[in-house]
T-cell receptor, first 112, second 115 residues
């Protein structure tokens, strides 16, 4: 158990819908990262937050957005969902934003 | 970030040492070598990291060549639970500078430990 929690574990929705994935970092960690893992693209970095502020951005689609709240939990919002958005979404956290990352169990999103 | 090259797959007998190589010939001076593993759709798990010295922790040892162009992760006594995809990642500095800690995952090495 990494100490990072993600909810929900599974999510099934339809194309065009909007969903929110939630992540709670390890106690004391200030930085949160989001990654997407699909069969054809592998594990891809989406975005990083540090103490509430965006720090780095990867190949995150404009339909996706994220934020980190004052209590340091983070949410990833996915809108106008397409079939290709079906994937595992992982959240990770780290203490300083530059050190080793600890990953949550992931949310499996299925878009039908 | 420097790219890494790893074998697609490797096998290891249970109880034996598993030696997983990684080539990172374009690594720059401020980049660390990280190893993570992912066991069947679980979240990736941090294993170890290093800059230029060899490192050891309770999970594994990391041997980095003197020129830093390659490294080897060693699992000293592999068990069936070590079957996973192992990722070698090069990432910018851990302290100072303006780089932040995003990880760029490649395809990794599928390690299969068999009885």
């Amino acid at each position: 158990d990494s100490g990072v929690t993600q909810t929900p574990k599974h999510l099934i929705t339809a194309t065009g819908q909007r969903v929110t994935l939630r992540c709670s970092p390890r106690s004391g960690d200030l930085s949160v990262y989001w990654y997407q893992q699909s069969l054809d693209q592998g594990l891809q970095f989406l975005i990083q937050y540090y103490n509430g502020e965006e720090r780095a951005k990867g190949n995150i689609l404009e339909r996706f957005s994220a934020q980190q709240f004052p209590d340091l939990h983070s949410e990833l919002n996915l809108s106008s969902l397409e079939l290709g958005d079906s994937a595992l979404y992982f959240c990770a956290s780290s203490t300083s934003g530059k050190d080793e990352q600890f990953f949550g169990p992931g949310t499996r999103l299925t878009v039908l | 970030d420097a790219k890494t090259t790893q074998p697609t797959s490797m096998d290891c007998a249970e109880g034996r040492a598993a030696n997983l190589p990684c080539n990172h010939s374009t690594i720059s001076g401020n980049e660390y070598v990280y190893w993570y593993r992912q066991i069947h759709s679980q979240g990736p798990q941090y294993i170890i990291h290093g800059l230029k010295n060899n490192e050891t922790n309770e999970m594994a040892s990391l041997i980095i060549t003197e020129d830093r162009k390659s490294s080897t992760l060693i699992l000293p006594h592999a068990t069936l639970r070590d079957t996973a995809v192992y990722y070698c990642i090069v990432s910018p500095t851990r302290a100072g500078g303006t780089s932040y800690g995003k990880l760029t995952f490649g395809q990794g090495t599928i390690l299969t430990v068999h009885p």
